[in-house]
């Protein structure tokens, strides 16, 4: 059972452009999401988080958008840049509060010169 | 950030052979560390979680006798997959937090492939 789900395996955006990706869940008991960012043969790297209590969270560039209801969020990034192609992966805690961490498919960013 | 280190980054092994990876924290201590497995193409799925001084705990599916985890000290979770085969052939990346608290932090995996 896939409980966080992105269904865009791969994006491709121009620099400069805003980059959105997006990811959905289906457990309502999730109130923590993470974004990991993910280059070849690397683990991953922590990017931006968001609290259930939130709706925005905005740390420079990068932009989590949560919208309960519809048990999705997304990733803005603007401008885009070469540096952001990645793969990059939403994420939620199994139990609250820990570091157990449900993983989405991930979705491969490339950003076009 | 806090630094976590995986080794080796890559090694390839013989079928019918054991191969133990290292999870080490570097400037903090944790207390639980988690070991996931990426397939190509697809998600990080969590393995086991590992715990300081007592047996690990794994997820569903995972067999606890062919991925034996000891973290022995409070730096240290080494990941033993036992009696490789090709299917066992994947990225293996550990995390780790301070005191299972706030942000999980990555090491930077470990390329397993088995011949």
């Known amino acids: 059972d896939q409980q966080v789900k992105q269904n865009s395996p791969s994006l491709s955006v121009q620099e400069g452009r805003i980059s959105i990706l997006n990811c959905d869940y289906t457990?309502?008991?999730?109130?923590?999401f993470l974004w990991y960012k993910k280059y070849p043969a690397e683990g991953p790297t922590f990017l931006i988080s968001i609290s259930s209590i939130k709706d925005k969270n905005e740390d420079g560039r990068f932009t989590v958008f949560l919208n309960k209801s519809a048990k999705h969020l997304s990733l803005h990034i603007v401008p885009s840049q070469p540096g952001d192609s990645a793969v990059y992966f939403c994420?939620?805690?199994?139990?609250?509060?820990?570091?157990?961490?449900?993983f989405g498919q991930g979705t491969r960013l490339t950003i076009n010169p | 950030g806090a630094v976590v280190s995986q080794h080796p980054s890559r090694v390839i092994c013989k079928s019918g052979t054991s191969v133990k990876i290292e999870c080490r924290s570097l400037d903090f201590q944790a207390t639980t560390m988690f070991w996931y497995r990426q397939f190509p193409k697809k998600s990080l799925m969590l393995m086991a979680t590992?715990?300081?001084?007592?047996?690990?705990?794994?997820e569903q599916g995972v067999e606890k006798d062919k991925f034996l985890i000891n973290h022995a000290s409070l730096t240290l979770s080494t990941l033993t997959v036992t009696s490789a085969h090709p299917e066992d052939s994947s990225f293996y990346i550990c995390s780790a937090s301070f005191q299972g608290q706030g942000e999980a932090f990555f090491g930077q995996g470990t390329r397993l492939t088995v011949v």
């Open positions: 590992s715990n300081e001084g007592s047996k690990a705990t794994y």
């Open positions: 994420a939620a805690p199994l139990v609250q509060g820990a570091q157990k961490l449900v």
């Open positions: 457990n309502s008991m999730f109130d923590y």
